[in-house]
């Protein structure tokens, strides 16, 4: 497996933006490319909200009763990412595509 700083692995990496902003329908190519760019968005934020969730358990742990003044800024965050971290596919946005202008 490549190390993040490898070649190989920016070379893998996606230069597909999470959309399907100016994507051919009928270029299967590119039609793949954006469902997967959007998937692999949700669940890079469905992870993010899982290591605040963990951090925020250890920091329960660890301080205790004063966990609420200490650990509001993990509360906090996981809250908002709650509303990004639903993996929810991509037939919606791909059916329902409004162009932004």
């Known amino acids: 497996m490549p ?3 490898s070649d190989l692995f920016k070379a893998s990496k996606p230069t597909v933006p999470s959309t399907f902003d100016g994507v051919d329908y009928d270029d299967n190519k590119a039609l793949k490319a954006a469902q997967d760019s959007i998937i692999r968005e949700q669940w890079v934020q ?3 909200a899982r290591l605040i969730r963990e ?8 301080h205790g009763v004063n966990h609420l003044e200490k650990c509001g800024h993990l509360r906090e965050r ?3 990412q709650l509303g990004k971290a ?3 596919g991509y037939l919606f946005d791909q059916q329902n595509y409004v162009s932004q202008k």
């Open 78 to 80: 996981y809250l908002q």
């Open 55 to 62: 951090e925020m358990g250890k920091c329960y742990y660890q």
């Open 46 to 48: 469905s992870m993010m």
């Open 86 to 88: 639903k993996i929810r």
């Open 3 to 5: 190390t993040p700083e």
